[in-house]
Antibody
Framework: EVQLLESGGHLVQPGGSLRLSCAAS????????MAWVRQAPGKGLEWVST????????NYGDSVKGRFTISRDNYRNTVFLQMSILRVDDTAMYYC??????????????WGQGTLVTVSS | IQLTQSPSSLSASVGDRVSITCRAS??????LAWYQQKQGKAPRVLIY???TLQSGVPSRFSGSGSGTDFTLTINSLQPEDFATYYC?????????FGGGTKVEI
């Protein structure tokens, strides 16, 4: 079955660190860029980061640049999000998504169920 | 690039035709996708490249536009269509989403 399964969400104190994982199955993982998208409680979607299939290129949203690091292990079919210097406003459901390239465009065609990160003292 | 969706919410009835607009702060060509999100669930893509229907999505959904102005139309609204809809630009980093449109009964 083609799916993404996130894990690692937790309650963490402000200033702390956390690593999220997203395990992929059912498709050739290394050929797809992957992304993280988050959603604060009751709010809209916010793109966090994207990594290319070979891991060579990464991009970040302004609100997480310098604090979060995306990486992937194509042998374990897993993408990670290392989060540090966490702030209360990082509290959100974090979704992993697969980016599909179609012609000269792209979109997120497969999403995980999300993992909840709560930053609070 | 900022994406402005309107309206932010709307009320409609089963069978209605509904249109949601998304305006980009600069030209994004056709690099726009539309997603549907139901309460407590992950988003799912409906439309990509502004007007291409994703496989498995009912044909009552359609997208149009290019440049800065885009529209998602739902013909003959069904009970399962009550949800929140987001546009997303994928032309340039940082990728951005619109603020969302909640479609309610």
């Amino acid at each position: 079955e083609v799916q993404l399964l996130e894990s690692g969400g937790h309650l963490v104190q402000p200033g702390g660190s956390l690593r999220l994982s997203c395990a992929a199955s059912g498709f050739t993982f290394s050929t797809y860029p992957m992304a993280w998208v988050r959603q604060a409680p009751g709010k809209g979607l916010e793109w966090v980061s994207t990594i290319t299939g070979n891991g060579g290129v990464t991009n970040y949203g302004d609100s997480v640049k310098g604090r979060f690091t995306i990486s992937r292990d194509n042998y374990r079919n897993t993408v990670f999000l290392q989060m540090s210097i966490l702030r209360v406003d990082d509290t959100a459901m974090y979704y992993c998504a697969r980016a599909l390239l179609s012609g000269n465009t792209r979109f997120f065609d497969l999403w995980g169920q999300g993992t909840l990160v709560t930053v609070s003292s | 690039i900022q994406l402005t969706q309107s309206p932010s919410s709307l009320s409609a009835s089963v069978g209605d035709r509904v249109s949601i607009t998304c305006r980009a702060s600069q030209d994004i060509s056709s690099h726009l996708a539309w997603y549907q999100q139901k309460q407590g669930k992950a988003p799912r893509v409906l439309i990509y490249a502004a007007s291409t229907l994703q496989s498995g999505v009912p044909s009552r959904f359609s997208g149009s536009g290019s440049g800065t102005d885009f529209t998602l139309t739902i013909n003959s609204l069904q009970p399962e269509d009550f949800a929140t809809y987001y546009c997303q630009q994928l032309n340039i980093y940082p990728l951005t989403f619109g603020g969302g449109t909640k479609v309610e009964i």
